[in-house]
Nanobody, 126 residues
């Protein structure tokens, strides 16, 4: 079955850390860029990060998470990770991973992704 499944969300205090996982199946993950998006309550979904295909030589981050979040991939485990440090209340939301289309031109446009996971909830609160 072709799918992506996120895990690792939860409740964390401001300043804390979480590591999200995106487990893929049903396709050759190595051939695809994988991105992370998030949607906060009453806000539109926004791009958080992207790691390029193959060995992930190119990585992109939203300005709001640069220096705090790190994306990585393990092709042998068909999994992409998002390490989130120094979390802030504004990082609260549902986090989704998605498979980037071949030939996509932007890293954070939703239409550039053709397969999405169901999301995992992250709540940053004291």
């Amino acid at each position: 079955q072709v799918q992506l499944v996120e895990s690792g969300g939860g409740l964390v205090q401001p300043g804390g850390s979480l590591k999200l996982s995106c487990k893929t199946s049903g396709f050759m993950m190595k051939n695809y860029g994988i991105g992370w998006f998030r949607q906060a309550p009453r806000k539109e979904r926004e791009g958080v990060s992207l790691i390029s295909n193959n060995f992930g030589d190119s990585k992109y981050y939203a300005e709001s998470v640069k220096g705090r979040f790190t994306i990585a991939r393990d092709n042998g485990r068909n999994t992409v990770y998002l390490q989130m440090n120094k979390l802030k209340p504004e990082d609260t939301g549902v986090y989704y991973c998605a498979r980037r289309r071949w030939g996509a031109r932007t890293w954070n446009g939703e239409s550039e992704y053709d397969l999405w996971g169901q999301g995992t909830q992250v709540i940053v609160s004291s």
